[in-house]
């Protein structure tokens, strides 16, 4: 009796053991427990070690604080001018409140899938086609404020909202894929009517340089030609002003003159001219110098005699 009593001991004490460690509870990070006791909330449990009393207190949900990231499927909608088309959509939320997050709404999920598919019917029935396909961005901001304020009471936050695909339907795409080709070729033309304008002009200015440079150099050709001249001349007049300054600095007398020009007289008439015009002083200077040979000759006679 008294082995059995023991053993009886030890299974309670190992039972007590089994749920005091099965109470113990560690909560991970960025997680949050939701707490019941008797069935009503309690409290919620941060980050760490926490105990629940045995048989009165159930963890009602565990809830990740990460931000999350759910993909709906395509949700056909219809535009202003009455095309229909399918879009997709991502939604970025986090869960800010875990109390209302878990009594707030059965499946919130399901409930933000439902409220971005109304929400997104109601903003593109306001927009044509085009205005769709180019508006994202503030059919995004649109959406997650609503989206944002809906889900406050949930105690959720969305951060963003995406338009992941946009489809229309296929005749449309057809349409879009032609009108695009167009415009592309359009461009094209556009392009290369620029290049070839720009071509042209580049050859025009090409030719007008090539001119101007031909008229400068030929200028400049002619201002050099000129400038030699005129120094060809100035040396001399600078040369025949330097003769006549030393003939003067000389002081040569009259015979002397008259001998330097019966010499120029002899080169002018060395010449082929036909006629000669002989100034009187050439003359008189002919006579003098007929006279000095007279007297000279006379002189040598004399000598012989």
Known sequence: MQYIGLIAIGAIILIVLIIIVRCINIVPQAHAFVVERLGAYHSTWDTGLHLKVPFVDRISRRVSLKEQVVDFPPQPVITRDNVTMQIDTVVYFEITDP???????????AAIENLTATTLRNIIGDLELDSTLT????????????????TDAWGIKVIRVELKNILPPREIQDAMEKQMKAERERRARILDAEGEKRSQILVAEGLKESAILKADAVREQKIREAAGEAEAILTVQKANADAIKMLNEAAPNDPV????????????ADGKATKIIIPSDIQNMAGYVTSLKALWSDGEKSKKE
Request: proline share 3%; hydrophobic share 45%.
């Open 99 to 109: 109390k209302l997050y878990t009594y707030g709404v059965e499946n919130p999920l």
């Open 257 to 268: 003159i008259a001998l330097k020009s019966l010499e120029a007289f002899a080169k002018a």
């Open 135 to 150: 508006s994202r961005d503030t059919i995004n901001d649109k959406i997650r404020i609503i989206l944002d304020e809906a």
